[in-house]
T-cell receptor, first 111, second 116 residues
């Protein structure tokens, strides 16, 4: 069965410091991974997906199939980055799909 | 265009009652899925509908059910409510029924259900 693990429930960093939010996955097929972000009192929104290999708000994430990881990184944290971050994996099959989420990491950027 | 809309936003029910939550997907989206979010279990998949058909169901008891209408709007129902059903229920929609590289899943703001 598919599984997504985010080992840190809370991560605090100072403004301007580098950020790395860890995500490891377990999936028997070819994974498609996402990072979602939930700012305070806002809806869950897609931050980035590994297929597009884009950088959003300075965040990047590289899929490492050997280590089954999809860590989210940003070189210089900003206060507005404080939010809940969820790593998710798409599981497709039988003509349907579902997202499996990690438990989330709360990022707190200290001014 | 309008995002995924969920109603009601907040509600309180007592144990044993039933509740119906509504979701209007983004215009043109035919796939609607539901997730339960709790502090302990995080985000868990409930079910997914496409063109009025339930195609996938998560590991939840039969008290949790849903349906999708011809206009793609969806409802989920929870019967015989338990205290543990207190959660944020999120609806998500996407354009296609398959996860292609260009397909994105959009979430609503959720319905906060408190069972007392």
């Amino acid at each position: 069965a598919q599984r997504v693990t985010q080992p840190e429930k809370l991560l605090s960093v100072f403004k301007g410091a580098p950020v790395e939010l860890k995500c490891n996955y377990s999936y028997s097929g070819s994974p498609e991974l996402f990072w979602y972000v939930q700012y305070s009192r806002q809806r869950l929104q897609l931050l980035l997906r590994h297929i597009s290999r884009e950088s959003i708000k300075g965040f990047t994430a590289d899929l490492n199939k050997g280590e089954t990881s999809f860590h989210l990184k940003k070189p210089f944290a900003q206060e507005e980055d404080s939010a809940m971050y969820y790593c998710a994996l798409i599981h497709s099959g039988a003509g349907s799909y579902q997202l499996t989420f990690g438990k989330g990491t709360k990022l707190s950027v200290i001014p | 265009k309008a995002g995924v809309t969920q109603t009601p936003r907040y509600l309180i029910k007592t144990r044993g009652q039933q509740v119906t939550l509504s979701c209007s997907p983004i215009s043109g989206h035919r796939s609607v899925s539901w997730y339960q979010q709790t502090p302990g279990q995080g985000l868990q998949f409930l079910f997914e509908y496409f063109s009025e058909t339930q195609r996938n169901k998560g590991n939840f008891p039969g008290r949790f059910s849903g349906r999708q209408f011809s206009n793609s709007r969806s409802e989920m129902n929870v019967s015989t409510l338990e205290l543990g059903d207190s959660a944020l229920y999120l609806c998500a929609s996407s354009l296609e029924g398959q996860m292609s590289s260009g397909n994105t899943i959009y979430f609503g703001e959720g319905s906060w259900l408190t069972v007392v």
